[in-house]
T-cell receptor, first 114, second 117 residues
Framework: GENVEQHPSTLSVQEGDSAVIKCTYS??????FPWYKQELGKRPQLIID?????GEKKDQRIAVTLNKTAKHFSLHITETQPEDSAVYFC?????????????FGSGTQLTVLP | GAGVSQSPRYKVTKRGQDVALRCDPI?????LYWYRQALGQGPEFLTY????????KSGLPNDRFSAERPEGSISTLTIQRTEQRDSAMYRC???????????????FGEGSRLTVL
């Protein structure tokens, strides 16, 4: 099955700096890569996703890049703000079974220091 | 409803008891998923339904775990003869509105935190 590795597990940045979180996946047939943000005590919520037919996608201060050859994808947050502090999870859809059976990474705790 | 609703929010039970966790998905969503999330970890897939049909149960840890969605809406995850290792947050998610199928986004519920003593 699919295996998703996520790094780093914790990340602290100064407000206004950029943050980068990286993930690798094992199943070359995976074709959907979402990122979820989970604030303390809250439910995970989708912030951005990318499909395998594109290499980059941007939405205001966040962007995701995908390298299919290397089987890795990254989340980039620019001009970080304190409200960006949360746990971020990457995920990849496996090729077996359901199209939307997502395998999640172990998460990155991002802390934005004021 | 406006979002995915789960009950109970908290459940404390003794080892060996059965528990049933309920999920009420967003109205009109075709797909319903059950995930388990341990503290400090990402959600772990358990099972999923399209309408009332269980499409994939490969993530269920063993035969003490079962799920149903008999009318294609509300779902129940049942854990029989609970063990301490079953303690976790159990999250339900729904996706794929009828008018925009296969959009991919999962809408998670607040979760049911199970503690087995």
């Amino acid at each position: 099955g699919e295996n998703v590795e996520q790094h780093p597990s914790t990340l602290s940045v100064q407000e206004g700096d950029s943050a980068v979180i990286k993930c690798t996946y094992s199943d070359s047939a995976s074709n959907y890569f979402p990122w979820y943000k989970q604030e303390l005590g809250k439910r995970p919520q989708l912030i951005i996703d990318i499909r395998s037919n594109v290499g980059e996608k941007k939405d205001q201060r966040i962007a995701v890049t995908l390298n299919k050859t290397a089987k890795h994808f990254s989340l980039h947050i620019t001009e970080t703000q304190p409200e960006d502090s949360a746990v971020y999870f990457c995920a990849a859809s496996g090729s077996t079974g359901s199209a939307r059976q997502l395998t999640f990474g172990s998460g990155t705790q991002l802390t934005v220091l004021p | 409803g406006a979002g995915v609703s789960q009950s109970p929010r908290y459940k404390v039970t003794k080892r060996g008891q059965d528990v049933a966790l309920r999920c009420d998905p967003i109205s009109g969503h075709v797909s319903l998923y059950w995930y388990r999330q341990a503290l400090g970890q990402g959600p772990e897939f358990l099972t999923y339904f399209n309408y009332e049909a269980q499409q994939d149960k490969s993530g269920l840890p063993n035969d003490r775990f079962s799920a149903e969605r008999p009318e294609g809406s509300i779902s129940t995850l049942t854990i029989q003869r609970t063990e301490q290792r079953d303690s976790a947050m159990y999250r339900c998610a729904s996706s794929s509105p009828l008018e925009r199928p296969n959009t991919g986004e999962l809408f998670f519920g607040e979760g049911s935190r199970l503690t087995v003593l």
